[in-house]
């Protein structure tokens, strides 16, 4: 709170000429026993001795008059009743005190000094501690003014610090508060907490006057001027000029101050004009918002935020007018926060937590407009604020969509009769929409006033069955409205303080929804032939529940649910059968259990409410927010839900439930018709498996199996390509973009089918169905590949055998993706493969024999050669199986096979396995290798041949390896210029290869040397490594046709390469020269160095060389510096 150091003027003029002195004699009064410190001393007080009837009265007439229209009303007043009246204005509670002096408030804070870790609470736990320390001293009360001084210890790092604390007050409420501390904050300080509490807790001590003006009419015209000089005196540095100044207005007869009869009094007490209520510091609250809003979520600022949303409804359950002042000052910093322009210009979408924050808001001004005891000049000041911020341009939609792009992807959707409505059409719906809307509500239809005022409200011999009964057969009523609206007034209900009521019209609403669903369930049972004839439907409920922007499910079992534990605790609020002010009390029986069935109590009913609204079939909603809410929602009651212990009634009330939810039809979201774009039951069901499964497993797996559906991605084009599953490739996220949580759903439905899975380890039917549930209804291969995973760890646990029904399915699972993922790409796609060989392993060799059988529909050639075949025959596997030498053989045969037909398909990629698989198999090897002699001249390229070459000699083939590089060579083609090409070595060892086979193999691979490098300096490595040894080397090892001799440059084949090796260098010259620069001079003259020793290599190689050094100065002879070094080398 920003306590302000000086007081503020007075709110009215007193003045009583027609008092006498006589009338004001008296002396000073105490606090009375009666009246002392609060409810608990007021209560013992009550016990010692009855209260006087002037206390009495002092005490309903302070709380309830502002003291001006006492002054009107009676000519007289005699002064001690003045004192009593003033002595009871001041508040007695201290649950206000603590809610404006802390963020939360609860009764084990009120009147404790205990330790609190909890920083939000620290003002009235400060002022706690000063008070009971002794630091509150000079405290006085002046009429309807407190004040005194507040000591603040010394600490290490502080000084000691007194405050002066002044505090007015009026009807039992805190108006005005000052404290020269000159803390800044939204609520009051630990000092004028600590004074405040003074008075609450030891009236007796403190020295109570009648208001200042009423002293001053007992003093004569000395005493008056006497007392003016002394105050002077005493204040003299801080009020002097104002004294001088008023004096010279009252001594001017025309001035304004002698035109109004009477002067202000500050302790005087309140006008008749006054608004009542607690003192609440406007710009502080601005300030901080703004601050808040500010940090856009970071430093705590959204918890801060919802603390003050908090504090609001703390207020309303206080009934206090603050609450409403509170939530505007909010909402007009929300509607000016600068960023709601920007993201509406920039077409992006707020934060997630700050649309939260916004979801408060208008559910907070829905509260507040359904205040049954809202007066209609307040209800049409709220519906003008509200009116005006819904026309602001950057208000927020309700469904969190800014811009109408999203909308338009729809739009563009073909839309059955059953599709949504086009999203243009819908109205202009903001956050403050609803309230607006429930401004038109009332709260005087006798029906419904009966429903929250009575407990005893039946009706026996009501017969009457039609849709808008007003009781059901049992003579309980029943409250027809809009789901959300009906719940909306229940938390409107909860929200300012009438808990009561709030029950009897959720009990209501509950037992209205029972019946509802009943009655679907019976119109479905007459119509259900009819309905599922027509094979579609379009959706009951447009506007789901769970999810919903009043949250009325939520509201429903929260309201049961905390009435619930209060009877089990035997502690509830009484507020006497009508809206009117409350006080805790005892309750052992709650009369509202009248209308509960027998052995049913609120927490199976809080129960009931939240499966009947999680099992509402409902649309998807348009838009990311609205979706994200949707599964927010779900699971924040399902975690409710979770901490439930289930006993036989809740046991009793799931199998209730879920047998209605199974066979209701388009009414449920697990009935037997579903909308297309119904929200999913993956979640739900989930928990309804889990909690029915110790109990009822058959009824367990009908909810999960009936649950699975996904209708949104079922392909129903007529025009698709029917024969195909329509699971192989998955089109959906771009036919329904406005599924935006579709990654989410399938994630929850994978994990439905996984939760099934484990359950049914050792149950070979239930496996069998939940294997067909799962390829039926599951569409992503991811998805499906994780079940695979699970049920293999599953099956294959450590402490017991493997369950190979379990094996069976995942294995099965395994080749559904394989399939799935087979024409498309998938970055996990090898670790797919991989792992579905180990699964084929842990079945059985069978199961291995069979994929590679049917390999051609599971894997690429690639995959099934290079994975599949090689771990097949690795010893791992052969170990793994326990195989004997004829299961062996079998195998590998198999996995020949395979890789035969894999080089016959893709020979460029598979040929180099299937050689290797085939090592061991002469004829397949054979096999193998005339395939890759076909593929060679036209479906293969230089680097598989030359792989494949280099393989061949590897194992012991050097003929078969020259032919392969040779047909190698006829697809290579080096330019002058790729002197670092990654085929030069395959080239060298092609040459290498052939020299060492002979001269017929060299002369016949030079040609196609020549022809397919231009390359100088490859060309004349070639030549520099023929010339060093003779040919046929590896012939002479095994024959004598080595003669020995080295090979002649003069003479074929030499002679050709050597031409062509000087051509090249010509060639590269001149390529150099045309664009050489002056900083690659020297690297030239390197080059022409070494084309010098190729030159040198011919006989006549140095007159062809000089003649080409002429040739060069004479072409090029503008670049001189360049010839001139041309020159100083070669002459």
Known sequence: MAERVQQPPAKRLCCRPGYGSTCRQGQRAAGAPCGSSGATQGESSRTQSPET?????????????????????????????????????????EREICMYSSFNTGGEEIGSSGESGDETRLPFRRGIALLESGCVDNVLQVGFHL???????????????????????????????????????????????????????KPEQVKLRLPISETLFQMNRDQLQKFVQYLITVHHTDVLPTAQKLADEILSQNSEINQVHGAPDPTAGASVDDENCWHLDEEQVQEQVKLFLSQGGYHGSGKQLNLLFSKVREMLKMRDSNGARMLTLITEQFMGDPRLALWRQQGTAMTDKYRQLWDELGALW????????????????????????????????????????????TNVLPQGPAGNPDSLSRPHRTVFTRAIEACDLHWQDPHLQNIITEDHYTNYCYH????????????????????????????????????????????????????????????????????????ITAV????????????????????????????????????????????????????????????????????????????????????????????????????????????????????????????????????????????????????????????????????????????????????????????????????????FTLSHIETQQCELASTMLTAAKGDARKLETVLESIQKNIHSSSHIFKLAQDAFKIATLMDS????????????????????????????????????????????????????????????????????????????????????????ENLANSARTLALQCAMKDPQNCALSALTLCEKDHNAFETAYKIVLDAAATGMNYTQ???????????????????????????????????????????????????????????????????????????????????????????????????????????TPLRQLLDATIGAYINTTHSRLTHISPRHYSEFIE????????????????????????????IYKGKKKLMMLVRERFG
């Not at 209701?664 to 009935?671: F, I, N, Q, R, V």
């Open 540 to 739: 009951t409920n447009l506007e789901g529940w769970v999810g919903h922007p009043l949250d009325p499910i939520g509201t429903l079992f929260s309201t049961l649910m905390e009435m619930g534990r209060g009877s089990e605790e035997g502690t509830l609020l009484d507020f006497s059968g009508s809206l009117g002010s409350g006080r805790w009390t005892e309750h052992p029986v709650f009369p509202a259990q009248r209308f509960l069935e027998e052995g049913e109590s609120f927490l199976s009913l809080a129960v009931e409410t939240a499966l009947i609204g999680l099992g509402q079939q409902r649309v998807m909603p348009d838009g990311l927010y609205a979706q994200e809410k949707v599964c927010r929602n779900e699971e924040q009651l399902l975690g409710k839900l979770q901490e439930i212990d289930l006993n036989d009634m809740l046991v009793k009330i799931f199998r209730k439930q879920a047998v209605l939810l199974l066979e209701a039809g388009p009414y449920s979201g697990l009935g037997e018709i579903l909308y297309r774009e119904s929200v999913p039951m993956h979640t739900f069901a989930k928990f309804l498996f889990t909690s029915l499964l110790p109990h009822d497993a058959e009824l367990a797996y009908r909810i999960a199996l009936r649950a699975m559906r996904l209708p949104v991605l079922e392909s129903t084009n007529p025009s698709s390509d029917l024969s195909r599953p329509h699971h192989i490739v998955s089109v959906v996220p771009n036919r329904y973009p406005r599924w």
């Open 945 to 1051: 041949l030359f792989t494949i070459a280099r393989y061949m000699e590897h194992r012991g083939y050097p003929a078969r390896a020259y032919k392969l590089a040779t047909l190698a060579m006829t697809h290579l083609n080096l330019s002058y210029n790729q002197d670092t090409h990654p085929a030069i070595n395959d080239v060298l060892w092609a040459c290498a290869l052939s020299h060492s086979l002979g001269k017929n193999e060299l002369a016949a691979v030079i040609p196609l040397v020549v022809k397919s490098v231009k390359c100088a300096t490859v060309l004349s490595d070639i030549l520099r490594r023929c010339t060093l040894t003779t040919p046929g080397g590896m012939v002479a090892l095994h024959s004598r046709r080595n003669s020995g001799k080295l090979m002649s440059l003069d003479k």
């Open 147 to 201: 004040s005194g001084t507040v000591r603040e210890p010394a600490t290490p790092s502080e000084p000691e610090l007194v405050c002066n604390v002044s505090v007015s007050f009026d009807r039992c409420k805190i108006t005005a508060v000052t404290c020269s501390c000159g803390n800044k904050d939204i609520f009051y300080c630990a000092h004028v907490v600590a004074l405040s509490l003074y008075r609450v807790r």
């Open 1087 to 1114: 080059f022409l160095s070494k084309a010098r020793e190729t030159f040198l290599m011919a006989h006549d190689g140095h007159i062809q060389f000089t003649q080409f050094i002429d040739n060069l100065k004479q």
């Open 801 to 888: 055998l493997p369950d190979l029904t379990l094996l069976k399915v995942s294995l099965e699972l395994g080749l559904q993706v394989m399939r799935m993922t087979l024409s498309t790409l998938n970055w996990r796609r090898r670790e797919m493969v991989r792992w579905l060989v180990t699964c084929a392993t842990e079945v059985g060799v069978f199961a291995l024999d069979s994929i590679m059988q049917n390999w051609f529909t599971l894997f690429t050639p690639t995959e099934a050669t290079s994975v599949v075949a090689s771990t097949v025959m690795s010893n791992s596997t052969i170990v793994r199986l326990h195989l004997d030498c004829h299961q062996q």
């Open 366 to 409: 829905m509260c507040i407009v359904l205040n049954p005891h809202c007066k209609p000049e307040q209800k049409a000041f709220w519906l003008r604020q509200l009116r005006r911020w819904n026309s602001v341009d950057v208000c927020p939609l309700e469904d969190g969509n800014h811009s109408s792009e999203l909308t338009n992807l």
């Open 53 to 93: 009837l002037l206390d009495i009265a002092a005490r309903k007439v302070a709380e309830k008059w502002p003291f001006q229209r006492v002054e009107e009303r009676f000519e007289r007043i005699p002064e001690p009743v003045q004192r009593r009246i003033v002595y009871w204005s001041f508040p007695r509670s």
């Open 464 to 535: 009457e069955n039609l849709d808008s009964s007003l009781f059901d057969t049992r003579g309980w009523p029943l409250w027809h409205e809009h789901v959300p609206t009906a719940c909306a007034r229940v938390d409107a209900l909860r929200s300012h303080g009438y808990p009561k009521e709030a029950l009897r019209l959720a009990i209501a609403i509950v037992n209205t929804l029972r019946r509802q669903q009943q009655k679907q369930l019976e119109l479905f049972r007459s119509h259900k032939k009819e309905l599922l004839n027509r094979g």
